[in-house]
């Protein structure tokens, strides 16, 4: 089945910095790729997403970008800021029903 | 929020003892999934449903059984509950299948220990 492998585990940045969330898939078929994020006591939200027929995408101050090639994805969040402290989690499609989700990473945005 | 619900929202209950959990959807969506959540893990399926009395297992199922008998309830069943199972559970549910690109919303989840 699928894997998915995601780095860091945590994340401090400084507001106003950039922050970069990485992951890698297994499965080479996999062909969607979400962005969810929790903040603490919630559920998980998807803020972005990207398909295997596009490198990159952008929302704002948001971005993904994909490399089939390597089985790896990335979410590029700019100017942060502390409302986007949370943890993010990337996921991949295992199959046609399902995602199979990585094991997270908390973002502190420090002010 | 989409409009789903979870019930309980908290539990305490002990080692061996029957648990269910479940959760409402008034969305109308075909499938409905089963998560776990647990520090260092992040999200694993358990099961999922794609219809009326059609599911399936997930990656970490064992122990756990479902039954989805109407479009809007997918039940959670833990027959004897341990205290490994102690977690967060969340159902999610989308309108197409999950792996084909279609959001996945989140109910509010359960946080259930097992003492």
């Known amino acids: 089945g699928e894997n998915v492998e995601q780095h860091p585990s945590t994340l401090s940045v400084q507001e106003g910095d950039s922050a970069v969330i990485k992951c890698t898939y297994s499965d080479s078929a996999s062909n969607y790729f979400p962005w969810y994020k929790q903040e603490l006591g919630k559920r998980p939200q998807l803020i972005i997403d990207i398909r295997s027929n596009v490198g990159e995408k952008k929302d704002q101050r948001i971005a993904v970008t994909l490399n089939k090639t390597a089985k790896h994805f990335s979410l590029h969040i700019t100017e942060t800021q502390p409302e986007d402290s949370a943890v993010y989690f990337c996921?991949?499609?295992?199959?046609?029903?399902?995602?199979?989700f990585g094991k997270g990473t908390m973002l502190l945005v420090s002010p | 929020d989409a409009g789903i619900t979870q019930s309980p929202r908290h539990k305490v209950t002990e080692t061996g003892t029957p648990v269910t959990l479940r959760c409402h959807q008034t969305e109308n969506h075909r499938y409905m999934y089963w998560y776990r959540q647990d520090p260092g893990h992040g999200l694993r399926l358990i099961h999922y449903s794609y219809g009326v009395k059609d599911t399936d297992k997930g990656e970490v199922s064992d122990g756990y059984s479902v039954s989805r008998s109407k479009t809007e309830d997918f039940l959670l069943t833990l027959e004897s509950a341990t205290s490994s199972q102690t977690s967060v559970y969340f159902c999610a549910i989308s309108e197409v299948a999950g792996g084909l690109g279609n959001e996945q919303f989140f109910g509010p989840g359960t946080r259930l220990t097992v003492l």
């Open positions: 996921a991949a499609n295992a199959g046609y029903s399902t995602l199979t």
